[in-house]
C-alpha cells in the first residue's frame, strides 16, 4: 500500500527551488524614465480651460447650481408659491375628473339627449347616480356646469335639455347653483357666441325661476346686444324675449322700457326677417305677451283643469321662432277643445252611442239589450 506523504509531513530541511522573481528590462526602465520626464517637464495644468476647435463655438453653461434656484425660490414671495400650487392642483384635478369614468359617462349621456333629447326620462337616473357622489365637490361640479353650457352653446338642440338637467341638479346641490351662475355671467362676458349663450340663459330663466339672478343677466345681454346692432344681434333679442318677456316685464319694467326704446330707435337699420320678428314682438307686447286682461274666472278648481280658455288676441310660435299660419292657427282652434263634451258629461259614456242610421227599430232595440246586458 502506497504511503500518502502530506504537506506538513515533509522534512522541512528540504528546499524547493523556486523560480526568481523577474527583473524590469533596461529598455522598460528607460521608458518609464522618458514619460516621468515628460510629466515632470510638461506646460499643460490640468486646472486649465476646456479646450474647442475654433470651428466649434463653446457652449454656455445655463445649468444653476442647487444652491442659486434654492436663492431663487427664498426670494418669490409664499402667496405667489401658494397661487402656482392651487392651480397646479385644479389643474390635475380637473384633468383627472376629465378622465374619469364617471365624467365620460356624463359626456356619452350628454351626446346622446343631444341627438335624441326623448331618452331623457331615460337617462335622467342615471345622469344623476352618476353625479351623486360629488355634489359636495365643487371642481367636479364647475365641470359639469361646463359640460352643459358648452354643450348648449355648440347645439341649440341641447338648450331646453341643459335647462332641464340643470333644474334638477341645482335642486340637490347648491355648488352647482353657484357654480352655473358664474359660468353663465362669465360667458356672457368673454364668449365671442353670445348670442347662443344668452337663448341658452333665457332656457335656465323660464326653467329655473330665478329671477333675480338670470333676470339680471338677460337684461344686461339685452341691452348689449341691442347697443351693438345688426340683424343676427336684433333676431337673437327678440327671438329670447318671446320666450322670457312676459315675466321680465312683471320683473321689471322699466328696463324692459329701455329695451324696447332701444329696439324702436335700431328699428331702421334692420330688414328681412329681423325686422319682421322685431315688429311681431312689439305685437305681442302691446297684447300683453298673449295673456288675456281679463278677471280670474270665478269656475272651481275642477272646471279650470277640464277647460282650456284660449286668450284674446293670442299669438303662437313654433320651435323656430315663426308665427302660426293662417291655417295652423284654424286646425288648432278646430280641435283643441274637440273633447269638451266628454270632459263635462257625468253620464254613462255608453248613453251617448248613437246607432247608425240604416238600423232598423227591432236592430237598435237588440243592440241597446246587449250593451245592457254587458255592463
Not at 71 to 99: L, M
Request: glycine share 4%; with cysteine.
Amino acid at each position: 500500500m502506497d504511503q500518502k506523504v502530506k504537506l506538513w509531513d515533509r522534512d522541512s530541511s528540504q528546499s524547493m527551488n523556486l523560480r526568481q522573481p523577474n527583473k524590469p528590462s533596461e529598455s522598460k526602465k528607460n521608458t518609464v524614465k522618458v514619460e516621468d520626464s515628460v510629466i515632470v517637464n510638461s506646460k499643460l495644468s490640468v486646472d486649465a480651460a476646456e479646450f474647442y476647435p475654433n470651428s466649434h463655438p463653446a457652449p454656455s453653461n445655463n445649468v444653476s447650481s442647487i444652491q442659486s434656484r434654492l436663492n431663487k425660490h427664498k426670494k418669490q414671495p409664499e402667496s405667489a408659491i401658494d397661487h402656482i400650487g392651487v392651480e397646479s392642483a385644479a389643474h390635475q384635478h380637473q384633468n383627472n375628473d376629465e378622465d374619469s369614468p364617471d365624467m365620460l359617462r356624463l359626456k356619452h349621456i350628454v351626446k346622446t339627449l343631444t341627438n335624441d333629447p326623448g331618452q331623457f326620462d331615460h337617462l335622467f337616473d342615471i345622469f344623476m347616480e352618476t353625479l351623486m357622489p360629488y355634489l359636495q365637490d365643487a371642481i367636479f361640479l364647475t365641470d359639469c356646469a361646463r359640460l352643459l353650457v358648452n354643450q348648449a352653446i355648440n347645439y341649440p338642440n341641447f338648450r331646453y335639455t341643459g335647462a332641464r338637467l340643470s333644474y334638477h341638479i341645482e335642486g340637490t346641490s347648491p355648488e352647482f347653483r353657484a357654480a352655473l351662475h358664474l359660468l353663465c355671467k362669465k360667458e356672457l362676458d368673454s364668449n365671442a357666441n353670445k348670442q347662443n349663450i344668452l337663448l341658452f340663459v333665457a332656457e335656465l330663466y323660464i326653467q329655473l325661476h330665478h329671477l333675480n339672478i338670470y333676470g339680471i343677466l338677460l337684461i344686461e345681454a339685452f341691452k348689449m346686444l341691442v347697443s351693438k346692432g345688426g340683424n343676427d344681434n336684433i333676431k337673437c333679442v327678440c327671438q329670447a324675449l318671446k320666450l322670457t318677456g312676459f315675466s321680465l316685464d312683471k320683473y321689471d319694467k322699466k328696463a324692459i322700457d329701455e329695451i324696447f326704446g332701444q329696439l324702436q330707435h335700431v328699428k331702421s337699420t334692420v330688414d328681412g326677417s329681423a325686422l319682421m320678428l322685431l315688429n311681431s314682438v312689439f305685437n305681442l307686447r302691446n297684447a300683453n305677451w298673449g295673456h288675456s286682461n281679463q278677471s280670474e274666472s270665478s269656475n272651481s278648481p275642477v272646471e279650470e283643469e277640464a277647460y282650456y280658455v284660449e286668450p284674446q288676441n293670442a299669438h303662437f310660435y313654433n320651435l323656430d321662432g315663426q308665427e302660426f299660419t293662417s291655417e295652423e292657427s284654424e286646425f288648432l282652434a278646430a280641435h283643441l277643445n274637440c273633447n269638451d263634451e266628454y270632459l263635462t258629461d257625468t253620464s254613462d259614456p255608453d248613453e251617448l252611442f248613437n246607432p247608425e242610421p240604416e238600423m232598423d227599430e227591432e236592430i237598435q232595440a237588440a243592440f241597446k239589450e246587449f250593451v245592457r246586458l254587458s255592463k
